[in-house]
């Protein structure tokens, strides 16, 4: 499969690494990352140690059997424009929040999938990525139901040792990360400290009720979320990847404008009523945004 990771940013570089090893791969990102990979290849370090060879550039290709999405979410509206004038066969967001699968479909010609990652990733250096945790790409058509355009990606994805599965409830998996995601990324980061600082007093408390209330509005919007699945789910992240600095908290660490909006921020434009926790979550880290002129 010809595979364009569009966002070769730590979870995209490790995609694209591990898939690199069956499939033809090409990563779009920024330099020096890209040309070091270029003339290099891709380091991979951590769980598994290879060097990896996919090509790399800083513009999209004309197209390709699947263009894999991975930029931060306030960029999905400038590569759903980018990929407008690309041929793809499919199109697959592995992104956080909520809406990037809307605004791709709004843009490109081919079917596009939404999905869910949960492998551990942090670039390093140029050249360099951390593979941090094993995971698992879910993914499907972003409506529900089956998908035979997702059973071939996954399947792809498989062959490549990527563990991955197709599923046909996606408005609920999506729903799943949006609450661990409320509950975890906002937290850590304002709190600068690793996921498994949630797992005591008073951070659990604290993410256990931005899970809650992420639940609430799901059920609010359509979509069968119990608040018990929600805060088990956030317990097992919080757990299981104890050692891992969450996304945000490294965007904040390294200076960049965080995905609040599409996180948080997308469970407060969708309640119909008060979602204090991730209210305050949202305008804290858009503050500290503003601060740093990130937005």
Known sequence: MDIVVVGAGSLGSLLGGLLAREHDVTLVGREPHVGTVTREGLAVRGVEQFQAHPAARTDLPSGGDLALVAVKAYDTADVAADLADCAFDACL??????????TLAEAV????????????ARLLDPGVVEFTGRGTVTL?????GRSAVADDVAEAFRAAGVESVAVADMPTRLWEKLAVNAAVNATTALARVENGALAAT??????A?????????????GVDLPTDR????????????????????QDVEDGRRTEIDAINGAVVDRASEPVPVNETLARLLRTWERGRDRR
Not at 93 to 102: F, I
Not at 109 to 120: F, I, M, N, R
Not at 140 to 144: E, F, M, T, Y
């Open 202 to 207: 008073p951070g659990d408390g604290l993410a």
């Open 93 to 102: 967001s592995v992104q956080n929040g909520l809406g990037n699968e809307t």
């Open 209 to 221: 009720a931005a899970a809650r209330e992420t639940a609430r509005v799901a059920r609010e919007v």
């Open 140 to 144: 499907g058509d972003p409506d529900g």
């Open 109 to 120: 010609d081919c079917p596009v999938l939404a999905g869910t990652c949960t492998y551990g």
């Open 230 to 249: 929600a805060l088990s789910l956030t317990e097992q992240v919080v757990r299981e990847t104890a050692a891992n600095r969450s996304s945000m908290l």
